[in-house]
């Protein structure tokens, strides 16, 4: 069917509706709007939490402790579940070799991932990891997860030292990112795309609730 032959019938049908009673009347213009609604795109959206930490200790000769927690909400329709770890910690294999395991309590980066309810009761962490020289790890999970608030912990000890001469400045870092994988639905009369040109959604358990 042609665009004017196409115009003509829809504007018909509306005419007709506008002069139909009532119930009727309603059920034909439903019945249109619904013809020219898109279908709704399904995407996999990433929720991601975590932390980039790089230390500065100055003048001090003590390294910085560095602690935080974040809380991550499993929920029935997670899929996926990854965790990247990467530690920096320049000349560590050097100073072990100069003054033994005494850098392990000083310079080092212990994370852990716990399941709803398990440190509370003395339970063991889903994921945990402790890196004392350069590491990186990705831990990719494909289970059935426990629903509820998980936590993503760091405690770390690390040095940054910036000086006059570039070669003899360093500072310990680490990256520390859990990310889960959610479907969602993206309606395109209801939704725009957003900033980074990704299209906007709704998570499907949302929809569900």
Not at 57 to 67: A, I
Not at 135 to 150: A, Y
Request: hydrophobic share 35%; with cysteine.
């Amino acid at each position: 069917m042609g665009v004017q032959r196409k115009a003509i019938f829809l504007g018909s049908i509306l005419f007709l509706s506008l002069i139909s009673s009532g119930c009727l009347a309603l059920s034909i213009q439903r019945e249109i709007m619904e013809s020219w609604r898109s279908d709704p795109v399904y995407i996999d959206e990433d929720i991601t939490v975590g932390w980039s930490e790089t230390f500065e200790t100055g003048t001090e000769l003590d390294s910085v402790l560095y602690q935080n927690e974040t809380n991550l909400i499993f929920d029935e329709s997670v899929e996926d579940l990854v965790i990247q770890f990467t530690v920096r910690l320049p000349y560590s294999s050097t100073l072990e070799d100069i003054i033994g395991n005494e850098t392990n309590e000083v310079r080092y980066v212990e994370a852990r991932l716990w399941e709803p309810g398990a440190k509370q009761s003395g339970g063991d962490p889903f994921w945990e990891a402790r890196a004392n020289q350069d590491f990186q790890e990705r831990k990719e999970f494909k289970v059935d997860f426990i629903q509820g608030t998980w936590v993503l912990e760091v405690e770390a000890r690390g040095w940054g030292i910036t000086t006059p001469v570039e070669q003899l400045s360093f500072h310990d870092s680490f990256d520390l990112y859990a990310t889960i994988t959610k479907p969602c639905v993206h309606f395109p009369e209801s939704h725009g795309i957003d900033q980074e040109g990704e299209l906007e959604c709704t998570f499907l358990s949302e929809l569900e609730d």
